[in-house]
């Protein structure tokens, strides 16, 4: 295979510094005074209720909904605002992460409570009859080859996730998936709800993804996908008509733990 020539690359670069007002093309190329955030903006500190304050204000300007509550009252009041939530939404059913902090919180029981079953992130195994009555309900469709987790996360109107990190500065959620954290579970669903607690808040992406590289030395140590949530799931057309939940959950809400 021998290599391409570029042709006429100078005379379009000189149409395009004619165009700017220069004379001719400079043949030093542009000084970077810094590489990624500047030093200043990295030094930026602040304290864990700034970081909240600064979260919570993205996060509702985005339309999120938000809620602070003490670590001793954490499981009754997010079950309390999961069940306001279900009610208000119409969702029957909830597909959760198998995450060691939604676990001890006890959400699953207030969603009983509520009428509303949950959904684990966990494998169920199916038997071949199962198997079979699944490919004979959708014959050659796709949703037969699937599994049966998948399937009925697909079903499912709200996710519930625990991020790795909150970003304060854009409200993003971080989230790190793996077996028992399917990227399915944040975007399938029509609604998101994300816990997490007040110290797994950072000032910017740099310092989450800081975290996430520190001691990986090769690919295999990374999770299997890393997900950025800034508030629901836009999409705009070549016409920039904007639709809402599209491409991930059309609505968001976020609980921080202190």
């Known amino acids: ?46 304290t864990t209720e700034e970081k909240i304050e600064s979260f919570i204000e993205n996060w509702t300007a985005l339309t999120g909904k938000a809620l602070v509550v003490e670590e001793a009252e954490a499981g009754e009041r997010i079950g309390a605002w999961l069940q306001e939530v279900a009610a208000e939404l119409g969702v029957k059913q909830v597909s959760r992460w198998e995450h060691e902090g939604l676990q001890a919180l006890g959400l699953d029981a207030a969603l009983a409570a509520a009428g509303v079953e949950v959904v684990p992130w966990r494998e169920i195994p199916q038997d071949e009859g199962e198997a079979a009555a699944a490919a004979a309900a959708e014959p050659g469709s796709n949703w037969s080859a699937r599994s049966e987790l998948l399937r009925r996360t697909e079903r499912c109107q709200l996710g519930v996730v625990w991020p790795d990190f909150a970003v304060a500065n854009t409200a993003t959620l971080v989230l790190q998936c793996s077996r028992e954290r399917g990227r399915s579970v944040s975007l399938l669903t029509e609604i998101l709800f994300a816990v997490f607690r007040a110290d797994q808040l950072v000032n910017r992406m740099g310092e989450a993804f800081a975290e996430i590289t520190a001691g990986k030395a090769s690919p295999e140590q990374y999770a299997s996908s890393l997900n950025l949530i800034t508030g629901p799931s836009r999409s705009a057309d070549i016409e920039n008509d904007l639709t809402i939940g599209i491409h ?7 609980v921080i733990i202190k």
């Open 1 to 46: 295979m021998t290599k391409g020539t570029i042709q006429g690359r100078e005379a379009f670069i000189a149409n395009l510094s004619s165009r700017l007002g220069r004379k001719a093309v400079s043949p030093v190329p542009p000084a970077h005074s810094f590489r990624g955030a500047p030093e200043f903006y990295k030094e930026i500190e602040r």
């Open 248 to 254: 991930g959950p059309g609505k968001v809400y976020a």
